[in-house]
């Protein structure tokens, strides 16, 4: 079965400062990945998804993520944090035919 | 388009007591998901529905029952609430695709509390 693992359930960072959110993923079949991101008291709302067109792939707000298949990772970066990046980001595999599973989630909390 | 809605926002339920939760897309999606959140555990799919007609069990679907009421609807109730069902429930949907490519789209969630 697909599983996630997102190493590190809070990750700080200052204004301005490179956003690093890590993610690796055990699956049997090539996967598909996701990330996602939840604001407070909201839904989670996409922010990019790789699907083996290309391996780096770029989301909304700036945020990008590189899927490794020899490491088995799809880590999620962004050159320069900001105040609203504040939020709690989750990274998802698709276990096929519709079901996504999603890992615990990582917190990111940005200081001015 | 108000893509994935969700009733209510807000419920305080007594050990016992039963419940629906209800949840419609307006984006002609064929699947339709139904999610916990808990503190530290990310989200837990409790049922899903691949299309109009089916749904099939999740991860954690003891004490939960769904019904997939036509293409835009797909309700969640608790016939016994129990404090355990304390959570965040979230709907999703999603196209479909049977390779498992495409995204869910979620609803702003129903904050569920148990005493």
């Known amino acids: 079965a697909q599983s996630v693992t997102q190493l590190g359930s809070h990750v700080s960072v200052s204004e301005g400062a490179l956003v690093l959110l890590r993610c690796n993923y055990s699956?049997?079949?090539?996967?598909?990945l996701f990330w996602y991101v939840q604001y407070p008291n909201q839904g989670l709302q996409l922010l990019l998804k790789?699907?083996?067109?290309?391996?780096l792939v770029k989301g909304i707000n700036g945020f990008e993520a590189e899927f490794k298949k020899s490491e088995t990772s799809f880590h999620l970066t962004k050159p320069s944090a900001h105040m609203s990046d504040a939020a709690e980001y989750f990274c998802?595999?698709?276990?096929?035919?519709?079901?996504?599973?999603f890992g615990t989630g990582t917190r990111l909390l940005v200081s001015p | 388009n108000a893509g994935v809605t969700q009733t209510p926002k807000f419920q305080v339920l007594k050990t016992g007591q039963s419940m629906t939760l209800q949840c419609a897309q307006d984006?002609?999606?064929?699947?339709m998901y139904w999610y916990r959140q808990d503190p530290g555990m990310g989200l837990r799919l409790i049922y899903y529905?691949?299309?109009?007609?089916?749904?099939d069990k999740g991860e954690v679907p003891n004490g939960y029952n769904v019904s997939r009421l036509n293409k835009r609807e797909f309700s969640l109730r608790l016939e016994s609430a129990a404090p355990s069902q304390t959570s965040v429930y979230f709907c999703?949907?999603?196209?479909?695709?049977?390779?498992?490519?495409?995204?869910?789209?979620f609803g702003p969630g129903t904050r569920l509390t148990v005493t």
């Open positions: 984006m002609n999606h064929n699947s």
């Open positions: 529905s691949a299309s109009e007609g089916t749904t």
């Open positions: 790789y699907t083996s067109a290309a391996t």
């Open positions: 699956s049997s079949v090539p996967p598909y």
């Open positions: 999703a949907s999603s196209s479909g695709l049977a390779d498992g490519s495409n995204e869910q789209y």
């Open positions: 998802a595999v698709s276990e096929g035919f519709q079901k996504l599973v």
